[in-house]
């Protein structure tokens, strides 16, 4: 519900880019560029294998993944995915 009050006060759709963001700033995330050094090669598993501690919201460019102490969760598995950027939650906003 409280990402549609921000999608609602933004005057834009929940699932927007933009919306999301705000979201995920608001309860204290960062979000950070994950580096192109293996680009075809570095999955959300590798990913969850190098953080095995956390709290992340994973963008692939067309989709998101939760990632929390090393697990992934998605609606289907997104293992193999290969991940551009993350937002890492840095304070606890009570999330």
């Not at 933009?18 to 598993?45: M, N």
């Not at 990913?47 to 460019?61: D, N, R, S």
Request: aromatic share 12%; charged share 20%; proline share 5%.
């Amino acid at each position: 519900m409280d990402i549609c009050m921000v999608g609602y006060q933004m005057n834009d759709m929940p699932s927007s880019n933009s919306v999301w963001a705000a979201y995920l700033q608001s309860k204290g995330f960062q979000r950070s560029v994950i580096p192109d050094t293996c680009p075809e090669c570095y999955t959300v598993e590798e990913f969850c294998k190098e953080h095995p501690e956390g709290t992340y919201i994973l963008g692939t460019g067309t989709h998101v993944v939760a990632v929390e102490d090393g697990n992934y969760y998605d609606a289907w598995d997104s293992g193999q995915e290969i991940p551009v950027y993350c937002w890492e939650r840095k304070v606890n906003h009570g999330v």
